[in-house]
């Protein structure tokens, strides 16, 4: 009896409990029949609709929002109807009725089933979502201008390293354009000199030359000043050698251009090498572009100056290596590289390699890459030189190319 009294006072107690638990608590929630009806609701229902305890109970609950019939996507009429719990966003159709409600709500239902299981009725709570909502909504914003502006800091990294690029390749034009500026000032110096100075030299020389041939041939020369006479006339050559290739070097190149294959110009000129490479056992390597090579050059000066390239990379590499020449052909330009795997030159030296009477060689005149950057020159092209001491050295020509096309057009 005594556990009787207990169980029957426990079940007023939870439900007492439960029922002031849900009455205030923050959310809508009610309870409905089968029918729709009201059976309760807690003090937040009572707020949004503006009814009474005993104008709800027992009243249709879309009666109560102020409508004449089950709204769409009713959650509690999907259960009702499925047995399943349901949920769904709902938007107040009528603020007169719900003067506390703004925005849009989500409403969520769950069956109560009878002991054998059967929906006997239904649960519903249902709270604002429109903050959330709006949150949402500002941080996808938020989100969106953040996307915005780290796009636009990613195209200013890229402009930036654009400007950075475009700014350093004019610096080495620039660089590049006043070395050549000043390369050809000292040739043209050169060439005033050479050409100010050459007859005046050559014409003692020729009559020094000439008298001793004649003392040579007369017999007035002792057997003892024979050799004294031969060393005079290898030292007139020698000046008069020397003289010719300053002015070589120093003069424009009078070009006799002509269309011809650049790599059958390269292979002659590798042909004049091949003793000497195949003594101090250098690999060659050619690595020739499919594309068509006739150019309209002048063919005797190139072969001079790709000779005279190849040479001294083949100097360079006196206990072996690689010589590797390749070339490069595009719509524009012709490139040609010479590039050894010897010495190398000295940083310092490089900006001096074009120079007349420069040379890395004991036993060089320091005329030979002069001239060869004057023919270039000449046939409207550019010559320069990558090096790094002791890992080897590049020679880039570059020639353009429009010259031929207009050639095979005609």
């Known amino acids: 009896m005594a556990d009787k009294t207990k169980a029957e006072l426990q079940k007023p107690i939870q439900d007492a409990i439960a029922e002031t638990i849900l009455d205030d608590a923050p959310v809508i929630i009610a309870f409905h029949d089968r029918e729709h009806n009201i059976i309760w609701a807690n003090k937040a229902y009572r707020k949004a609709t503006g009814l009474s305890v005993q104008d709800l109970e027992g009243k249709k609950c879309y009666i109560a929002w102020g409508l004449n019939r089950v709204c769409n996507d009713c959650p509690v009429a999907k259960v009702i109807e499925t047995g399943e719990p349901h949920e769904a966003e709902l938007t107040p159709q009528n603020q007169e ?4 409600a703004q925005g849009s709500w989500l409403s969520k239902a769950a069956p109560i089933r009878d002991g054998e299981g059967a929906v006997v009725g239904v649960i519903e709570a249902a709270f604002e979502i429109t903050g959330h909502k709006q949150m949402e909504s500002q941080r996808n ?15 200013l990294v890229a402009k930036t390293t654009r400007s950075q690029e475009e700014l350093k390749a004019s610096y080495i034009e620039l660089r590049m354009s006043k070395d050549d500026l000043v390369r050809s000032e000292k040739l043209a110096y050169t060439g005033r000199i050479a050409a100010s100075i050459a007859h005046e030299i050559r014409n003692p020389l020729t009559n020094v030359s000439m008298s001793v041939r004649q003392l040579r041939k007369g017999g007035r020369i002792k057997p003892e000043g024979l050799r004294h006479s031969e060393i005079i006339e290898r030292n007139v050559e020698r000046i008069n050698f020397l003289i010719t290739e300053l002015l070589n070097c120093a003069r424009p190149a009078k070009l006799n251009p002509a269309p011809c294959d650049i790599h059958r110009v390269i292979k002659d000129a590798l042909i004049s090498n091949k003793n000497k490479i195949r003594a101090q056992r250098i690999k060659t390597v050619k690595l020739f572009s499919a594309k068509a090579s006739i150019l309209k050059i002048d063919k005797e000066h190139m072969g001079r100056v790709l000779l005279n390239l190849i040479t ?6 006196p206990g072996g290596g690689n010589l590797t020449i390749s070339t490069e052909i595009n719509r524009d330009r012709v490139l040609i590289k010479v590039q050894d795997s010897g010495v190398g030159i000295p940083e310092k030296d490089v900006i001096k390699i074009f120079d007349p009477f420069f040379s890395t060689k004991s036993q060089g005149v320091g005329l030979g890459l002069t001239t060869c950057y ?10 320069e030189v990558k090096s790094k001491w002791r890992e080897g050295t590049t020679f880039i020509i570059s020639l353009p190319v429009e010259h ?6 005609r």
Do not use: C, Y
């Open 312 to 317: 001294n990379a083949v100097d360079a590499m």
């Open 374 to 383: 004057g023919i270039v020159v000449s046939h409207g092209g550019t010559i």
């Open 97 to 100: 009725h719900w003067p506390d």
């Open 404 to 409: 031929t096309h207009r050639d095979r057009a």
């Open 141 to 155: 914003d938020a989100f969106r201008t953040l996307r915005k502006s780290e796009q636009k800091l990613k195209e």
